[in-house]
């Protein structure tokens, strides 16, 4: 142990080779050890840590502020044991970091309030995030779950759908106390079967669409030849052909025709956390 009898170096002179020698040294020594000793070191000033031998077998770390010493961790010399100031061990967060429960906990912990995650509940195991904690706070983005013992009991409010598949509008108010979220309306992602796409306006809702083009078509006559007048255009506003005698074509050989203009995909439940 060491702590410097001056923790400075004479800043006028003349002085001796031999005297700042021994200056410097006694400074490095106090540093090196940690400014250990049985008490506060005198020269100790706001924002020094030092290292107390006071008690047998232990080390403790202090932080001084100025006026008051701060216990930060205790060490146990003979089996190495540091009990930090809040009476937690270094081999209790190791524990901890191997704990299943700790960790399960974790992976919902860091997710970002109003971060959406996308679950496929159909698998058995699937994780799903906790309905009743309140250290990590979740809905499912599904609506008619807001009764007793229902996954969005007590924290969504105003729910609201309207419309037919594939337009359906499903809408609530976030309801919970704690949520720095209260207030605010969220889609009901799963209730809607609308996805999430990357925008400069987030919240702005789009409907499923095809864009916009036209086709020129030519009728040939029964003998083989092209009709040069007979000539045709697909309209994407109405679905039919125009300027031809002949009627409208409504059918396309191979086509998956449904209610709504789609990517291949398999169905997710969406959840946020709220708080």
Request: aromatic residues 6%; charged residues 15%; without cysteine.
């Amino acid at each position: 142990m060491s702590q410097a009898a001056i923790f400075s170096v004479p800043t006028v002179g003349p002085v001796s080779p031999t005297t700042m020698a021994a200056r410097i040294d006694d400074n490095f020594k106090a540093a090196v050890s940690g400014h250990s000793g049985s008490s506060r070191p005198a020269y100790a000033v706001d924002g020094s840590f030092w290292v107390s031998t006071a008690t047998p077998g232990q080390r403790k770390l202090y932080a001084f502020d100025g006026s008051d010493d701060n216990l930060v961790l205790t060490l146990d010399i003979a089996t190495g044991k540091i009990t930090f100031s809040d009476g937690t061990h270094d081999d209790a967060i190791a524990a901890a970091l191997s704990d299943s429960a700790f960790l399960a906990a974790m992976k919902w912990r860091s997710r970002a309030i109003g971060e959406v995650v996308l679950l496929n509940t159909a698998i058995t195991g699937a994780d799903i995030p906790p309905s009743t904690t309140s250290d990590t706070v979740w809905v499912e983005l599904t609506s008619g779950l807001t009764g007793v013992g229902a996954f969005n009991n007590g924290k969504l409010t105003t729910e609201s759908v309207s419309g037919s598949a594939p337009l359906v509008s499903a809408s609530a108010v976030i309801n919970y106390g704690s949520s720095p979220l209260i207030g605010q309306t969220i889609r009901l992602l799963n209730t809607e079967g609308r996805i999430q796409r990357p925008s400069t306006s987030p919240g702005a809702l789009q409907n499923d669409a095809l864009q916009d083009h036209s086709h020129t078509v030519r009728f040939s006559d029964m003998s083989g030849s092209v009709g040069g007048s007979d000539v045709a255009r697909f309209n994407n506003a109405n679905n039919v052909l125009s300027g031809a005698s002949g009627g409208n074509v409504n059918s396309f050989v191979n086509s998956r025709v449904d209610v709504e203009t789609r990517m291949k995909n398999i169905g997710v439940k969406a959840y946020m956390r709220i708080a």
